[in-house]
């Protein structure tokens, strides 16, 4: 079992920063790549970012590349995103999650670990 806490969510205004922390603990975290996906009321939850197991490898979603970085720091067991240049359309929930190998990062069934979520919300 891995759990997850995200922090670092909050009320921003568009083309402010903020930047999302997500705390690891129970099984090795460097065995896991991490990803952080959000969801907005009304919508499916997306992909946002996600970091291989040692953080040499890392995949944006078109909607965020140059914006958003994700990073981890595997000695603190918690991996970040930065979001700079945030818009009224970034609001949503913020989602951490654990990846479990073998598939794609921008899929949610191939997570197997979740946090419960930060809020997100960029006012215009």
């Known amino acids: 079992q891995v759990a997850l806490v995200e922090s670092g969510g909050g009320l921003v205004q568009a083309g402010g920063s903020l930047r999302l922390s997500c705390a690891a603990s129970?099984?090795?975290?460097?065995?896991?790549?991490m990803g952080w996906f959000r969801q907005a009321p009304g919508k499916e939850r997306e992909f946002v970012a996600a970091?291989?197991?040692?953080?040499?490898?890392?995949y944006y979603a078109d909607f965020v590349k140059g914006r958003f970085t994700i990073s981890r720091d595997n000695a603190k067991n918690t991996v970040y995103l930065q979001m700079n240049s945030l818009k009224p359309e970034d609001t949503a929930n913020y989602y951490c999650a654990a990846h479990l190998g073998g598939g794609s990062y921008y899929y949610t069934g191939h997570y197997g670990y979740w946090g419960q979520g930060a809020q997100v919300t960029v006012s215009s």
């Open positions: 129970g099984r090795t975290f460097s065995n896991y790549g």
């Open positions: 970091i291989n197991w040692s953080g040499g490898s890392t």
